[in-house]
């Protein structure tokens, strides 16, 4: 799966992590806010009934944007899990496992390609997800297992909140990873978890203000 976006090649995987080959500069004017581990990483973590990511993790990214669009259009696709496809290139296929709409226990399988890299073979990334919190239209907590040829996440925390403002709604996201295989190289495994969610709110925001 190839996708070019304002010069980054980025497929996205697992947790909305991606491998990247950066060929350019990204859109300096995207409404994007991107952070790094060379700097100190925003507190109070993003919580949704008040719980957060895991705090002890090695691999934690935050990022958000303003999508000029309403909450209820937003909120309508990010919940939609099985029609993730329609409007996520990087996702290949997402199963609710679970009846009826996202709540607390609610599970999804989704799965995504992964190229072969200098140290891992290419495969499908298989995301098993767990709704733990949601409360409707502001945030939603889910977490779980990524397993692949290769590739591994013992367990990613994803949060999500949505926030209505004076030109639309500012939609945040963190996530943080744990597992041997990521813990080993924390600084590359930053990088991938960061181009994957900048990937995702991009992909939100195309398809919630052009549907």
């Known amino acids: 799966m190839d996708r070019c976006r304002h010069g980054v090649l980025i497929v996205v995987i697992g947790f909305a992590a991606a491998w990247a080959v950066v060929d350019g500069p990204r859109d300096p004017d995207a409404a994007y806010r991107y952070l790094s581990t060379e700097s100190p990483l925003p507190e109070p973590l993003l919580a949704c009934d008040g719980q957060t990511v895991d705090p002890n993790a090695a691999i934690r990214y935050r990022t958000q944007a303003v999508i000029p669009a309403p909450l209820q259009t937003i909120w309508d696709l990010q919940v939609d899990v099985a029609r993730w ?24 399988l989704w799965t995504t390609p992964v190229p072969a890299t200098e140290v891992t073979p290419a495969t499908t990334l298989y995301v098993t997800s767990t709704v733990q919190q949601l409360e409707e239209l502001a945030c939603i907590r889910w977490s779980g297992p990524a397993r692949g040829e290769g590739v591994d996440i013992d367990r990613g925390v994803h949060v999500w909140t949505f926030t209505e403002i004076e030109g639309g709604v500012l939609v945040s996201t963190e996530e943080t990873w744990t597992g041997r295989q990521v813990d080993a190289t924390p600084e590359l495994s930053t990088t991938h978890l960061g181009l994957g969610l900048q990937a995702w709110l991009e992909d939100l925001r195309a398809a919630a203000v052009d549907p």
């Open 85 to 108: 496809p329609s409007w996520q290139p990087a996702v290949a296929d997402a199963t609710v496992l679970t009846e009826g709409p996202l709540r607390p226990q609610s599970q999804f």
